[in-house]
């Protein structure tokens, strides 16, 4: 059988709940070749963000070409990315290796409230990034950021998610772990055509370290298999779930996902 392979253009969390980690670690679960290009080293644990050291322009670029010049890939998910410059970097190489399955977390602020992005980039992630996007991927405070929409509702989110489609987006998936009045969480997907809603039952845990990362790698998995965009999504959301709601307890903070989980709690 051919190999699946996805890469991830993300940074890494020292403390193995989110970024690089997450997404080596649902590759892996959802049966796909996982590759990495780090953008950023941070010292992170479930307490915060202790540091972040960024990857120079020339370590990422040299990283993203070792893998399009012999490996190739058939999906790319893209997280931290940190400023301008490297979102910049990143859209000339998805350009120049025209890879089509893409999947962007527009990381932005981490659970603990510490930025992941400079400021000055979310006009670069919404000028360049998003056009060459299959699906983005925001949180509520990340789409609120893109569009200057303030989200509350669920109409709110659907003003949001047409305004990304229309920047180029072709699908976008407004994740709603955000939501905490509510008992459930819903996903919203819009395609350009209709919008889908993913519900599920809200888990009332802290261990939330990792689930966006979690869900967009899961996406991509599946894109690259070949599977159609709400499927894709999903299958995600149900593995997210069972990650989270089966998570051990590690740190003293907002602990990380049990990635394996779904292994004994039934077929993914
Ligand atoms: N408490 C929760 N219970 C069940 N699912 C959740 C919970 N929190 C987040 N999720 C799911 O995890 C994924 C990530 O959502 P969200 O937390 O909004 O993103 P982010 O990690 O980017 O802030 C979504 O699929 C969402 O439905
Ligand atoms: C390196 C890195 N990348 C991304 C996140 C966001 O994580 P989450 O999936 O919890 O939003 C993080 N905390 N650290």
């Not at 080293?41 to 020339?58: F, H």
């Not at 949180?139 to 109409?155: F, Y």
């Not at 991509?220 to 159609?228: I, T, Y």
Request: net charge negative; glycine share 10%.
């Amino acid at each position: 059988m051919k190999p699946i392979k996805v890469l991830t253009i993300a940074g890494s969390d020292s403390g193995g709940g989110a970024g690089i980690q997450a997404d080596l670690k649902t590759f892996q679960e959802l049966e796909v070749f996982g590759m990495s290009a780090i953008t950023a080293i941070t010292a992170q644990n479930t307490l915060g963000l202790q540091g972040v050291y960024p990857s120079s322009l020339e370590a990422v670029a040299n990283q993203i070409d070792s893998i399009g010049t012999d490996i190739g890939a058939d999906a790319i998910k893209t997280g931290m990315l940190f400023n301008s410059e490297m979102i910049g970097l990143v859209c000339e190489k998805i350009k120049q290796y025209q890879w089509d399955n893409v999947v962007v977390d527009p990381v932005m602020i981490a659970k603990g409230g510490a930025s992941l992005l400079q400021e000055e980039a979310v006009k670069t992630m919404r000028e360049q990034l998003i056009p060459l996007s299959k699906v983005i991927t925001p949180n509520m405070p990340e789409a609120a950021a893109l569009t200057g929409i303030t989200i509350q509702s669920l109409e709110d989110r659907k003003e949001a998610a047409k305004m990304l489609h229309d920047l180029g987006a072709r699908n976008v998936v407004i994740k709603g772990g955000h939501e905490i009045n509510s008992d459930e969480v819903i996903d919203l997907l819009y395609d350009g055509t209709e919008f889908t809603m993913y519900q599920s039952r809200r888990i009332h845990t802290n261990n939330t370290h990792g689930t966006g990362c979690t869900f967009a790698a899961a996406v991509a998995s599946e894109l690259a298999k070949g599977v159609e965009i709400k499927v894709a999504v999903r299958n995600a959301k149900k593995f997210v779930h069972i990650s989270i709601e089966h998570a051990m307890q590690i740190g003293s903070g907002h602990g990380p996902l049990n990635h394996a989980a779904h292994r004994t709690v039934g077929e993914q």
